[in-house]
């Protein structure tokens, strides 16, 4: 679901994903832990549980794609450089607000 949507270009922060690392998907530390890794260095997405196993832990895979989605509009081509955005449990799109860059 989400590798099919970002590589056909669906989704308005795709250029931001350089990888899906799914290394750990049924490991013992995070079970099913989605990490995708960005084109910044500096930053990476948390995305939680596999789309469909979220259930009752992390928000839904429509959910999380909202946000980035309005995250982008924040920020457009820019990726904020903030250490990890962790979309699992739903972002605080008014905090990242403030560290957008200004036009």
Not at 16 to 22: E, H, L, S
Not at 42 to 58: F, H, R, T
Not at 61 to 82: C, I, M, V, W
């Amino acid at each position: 679901f989400l590798d099919r949507a970002l590589h056909a270009g669906r989704l308005p922060f795709h250029a931001w994903i350089k990888a899906i690392d799914v290394s750990n998907a049924g490991g013992p530390e995070d079970p099913s832990f989605i990490k995708l890794i960005t084109i910044n260095p500096g930053s990476y997405i948390n995305w939680g549980l596999a789309p469909g196993s979220e259930y009752k832990v992390d928000i839904s895979a429509s959910e999380k794609l909202n946000d980035l989605g309005r995250l982008f509009e924040l920020f457009g081509q820019t990726l904020p450089a903030y250490g990890p955005i962790d979309v699992r449990f739903g972002l605080n799109i008014d905090a990242w607000r403030e560290l957008a860059p200004r036009n």
